[in-house]
C-alpha cells in the first residue's frame, strides 16, 4: 500500500506562486509515475502534471509554463510548483500514484486564488 499525503495549499492572490508537497509512506523508486490532479467541486479530477522515475515531466495545456512538477525519491516526496496563479487554479489539488495495479489517492490540499 502507498499513503500520500499531500500538504502546502493555501489562499494565495492572483499572479502569486505556491508549492505543493506529496509526502509517499513508501519508496517512490519502484512508481514509475506520480501526478498531480485538481477537483472543484461538482467537476470531475482534472489531470495536471505527470512525472516519470526518470524525472520526465509532461503538463496539462491550462498550466504548462506556469506549473513545475519535481520528485526527489530518496524523500519519497513529489513538489508542484505554482506560479502564476489564476482564479481558475482554484481547486483541491491531489496527489495519485498507481502501484502494484493499485490507485492511490492522497486526501488533497486546496489551493485558493482570490484577491
Known amino acids: 500500500q502507498v499513503q500520500l499525503v499531500e500538504s502546502g495549499g493555501g489562499l494565495v492572490q492572483p499572479g502569486g506562486s505556491l508549492s505543493l508537497s506529496c509526502a509517499a509512506s513508501?519508496?517512490?523508486?519502484?512508481?514509475?509515475?506520480m501526478c498531480w490532479y485538481r477537483q472543484t467541486p461538482g467537476k470531475q479530477r482534472d489531470f495536471i502534471a505527470r512525472?516519470?522515475?526518470?524525472?520526465?515531466?509532461s503538463y496539462a495545456d491550462s498550466v504548462k509554463g506556469r506549473f513545475t512538477i519535481a520528485r526527489d525519491n530518496a524523500k519519497n516526496t513529489v513538489y508542484l510548483q505554482m506560479n502564476s496563479l489564476k482564479p481558475e487554479d482554484t481547486a483541491v489539488y491531489l496527489c495519485?500514484?498507481?502501484?502494484?495495479?493499485?490507485?492511490?489517492w492522497g486526501q488533497g490540499t486546496q489551493v485558493t486564488v482570490s484577491s
Open positions: 495519485y500514484a498507481q502501484y502494484a495495479s493499485t490507485n492511490y
Open positions: 513508501r519508496s517512490i523508486r519502484s512508481i514509475y509515475a
Open positions: 512525472i516519470t522515475t526518470t524525472g520526465s515531466p
